[in-house]
């Protein structure tokens, strides 16, 4: 008699095809007929997008205006060289997110939750946050500052910030928000163009890469500067930005290489036009530059006018707009990536806001009430500015933990894990950030408490 032959399991029904893996599907299938074809030029256009997004998108207002600010008060020395190195720290750091973010295809949220536990998870995103809503408030005040210079006000800033946060949601495609994101974030250069404008002694500018001067100031003003600058080009928003943009792209390992050249290529643009701030200040070193309130009223721009003409204070004051409105979006993405990571809800803008409502609500949601505090009568707008880039400073180093953490955790990469090299240089970038911004909080306590004078 022949054995009873036992039931084989029932079938499951794969996954259905959402909308996101559709809209996922026709962006790989463009990479990948351009890789078949060997158009390099092409597979490089359709691979850019999140590394030049983060890089420029940190060179924001609050950025510039502190770049000009220390042209303004203490010259090129120190920190036209100073800027450069920063950006160089900033590419290990982002190349790191990148690299995670095309080998597990998740958002650095996502992992962290995972791989850490939900305390840890939801500690990050917290952390994120706070930051950005500081940091969106800023972004706000300068595109406040940009506006007044042509006789504009705070509603105004108001309502074009939230205009486009909105205008971007409308494609249902991260390859469409991508592309207007990166058509807006070129204007950075613009600042470049101001630069040229107070026609700079151009040996001046090339002796200013010995790290000379060192800015003639008290400690704790010196750490400030060097806490702020460094607030200015490295943040938690860009580490969550660019590991969560690269997996909505749909990158995956065989496109590290372009990622790599991506996040380099914004890390020279964004150091060659926060040097353009730079220089563009420095205009106004012998002309009061200690005493200018570049957020009362149009600042800068009204002052490079009086000093360098009406071109150069017309296209700082767009600058400022520009770099406003652009991290606006980009830091307000990073914070909706965040959110619906750690929910565990669809966090894609391959999705239309009835399909991601949380992911949506969480991108307009922290942009609205950054906006609400600029129209609070007496609300404190210069102290908000100032402050944002050294939160970020102080609040950073627990995010760079966990991503060199990620991107050594062999279970998770495999053979894409960091290298000892790599290692090594974000440990010491890591260390640096964390002693700078300990420095200056330490040393801010002491005169709190009147300990040190």
């Avoid at 597990?104 to 939801?122: A, D, I």
């Avoid at 700078?436 to 040393?443: E, K, R, V």
Wanted: glycine share 12%; with cysteine.
């Amino acid at each position: 008699m022949a054995a009873t032959q036992a039931p084989s399991p029932p079938m499951l029904a794969p996954p259905a095809v959402t909308e996101e893996d559709a809209a996922r599907s026709l962006d790989r299938s463009r990479v990948h007929s351009a890789r078949l074809g060997g158009r390099r030029w092409s597979l490089m256009w359709l691979l850019v997008g999140p590394g030049i997004l983060a890089m420029l998108g940190e060179n924001d207002g609050p950025s510039m205006i502190a770049y000009a600010s220390d042209g303004a008060q203490y010259g090129l020395g120190f920190f036209v060289p100073f800027i450069p190195l920063l950006f160089a720290m900033a590419y290990v750091c982002q190349e790191m997110c990148m690299r995670v973010g095309a080998v597990t295809h998740r958002g650095y949220g996502e992992l962290v939750l995972q791989r850490f536990g939900s305390v840890w998870g939801w500690f990050a995103a917290g952390d994120l946050t706070l930051t950005n809503l500081v940091t969106l408030g800023a972004e706000f005040v300068s595109i406040r500052v940009g506006l007044a210079y042509f006789g504009l006000g705070s509603g105004v800033a108001v309502a074009l910030g939230l205009t486009l946060v909105v205008f971007t949601f409308s494609g249902g495609r991260y390859w469409r928000w991508e592309r207007i994101v990166l058509g807006m974030a070129l204007f950075n250069g613009l600042f470049l163009v101001a630069a040229i404008l107070v026609k700079p002694h151009a040996g001046a500018v090339l002796d200013s890469f010995d790290f000379t001067p060192l800015p003639g100031a008290p400690v704790n003003t010196l750490l400030l500067l060097i806490a702020s600058t460094i607030g200015a080009t490295v943040t938690p928003w860009m580490i969550f930005f660019q590991q969560g943009a690269s997996a909505d792209k749909g990158m995956t390992p065989r496109d590290i290489r372009h990622g790599r050249y991506d996040t380099a290529v914004g890390a020279v643009l964004a150091s060659i036009f926060g040097i353009g701030a730079v220089v563009a200040g420095a205009a106004l070193l012998t002309h009061g530059g200690a005493g200018i309130q570049g957020f009362a009223g149009a600042g800068f721009p009204q002052a490079l006018r009086r000093v360098a003409g009406a071109a150069a204070g017309t296209v700082f004051a767009l600058g400022l707009i520009e770099a406003g409105a652009v991290a606006i979006l980009t830091i307000s993405a990073s914070t909706a990536y965040a959110a619906a990571e750690c929910v565990g809800v669809t966090h894609s803008f391959n999705t239309f806001p009835r399909q991601a409502a949380l992911f949506y609500a969480a991108n307009f949601g922290v942009a609205l009430t950054a906006a609400l505090v600029i129209l609070i009568p007496g609300a404190p707008l210069l102290s908000i500015a100032l402050n944002a880039n050294v939160l970020a400073t102080v609040l950073l180093p627990v995010s760079l933990v966990f991503m060199v953490m990620l991107a050594n955790d062999k279970g998770l990469m495999g053979a894409w894990a960091n290298r000892r090299s790599t290692n090594v240089i974000g440990i010491a970038v890591v260390t640096f950030v964390g002693l700078c911004g300990t420095a200056y909080g330490i040393d801010s306590f002491l005169r709190a408490v009147h300990v040190a004078g």
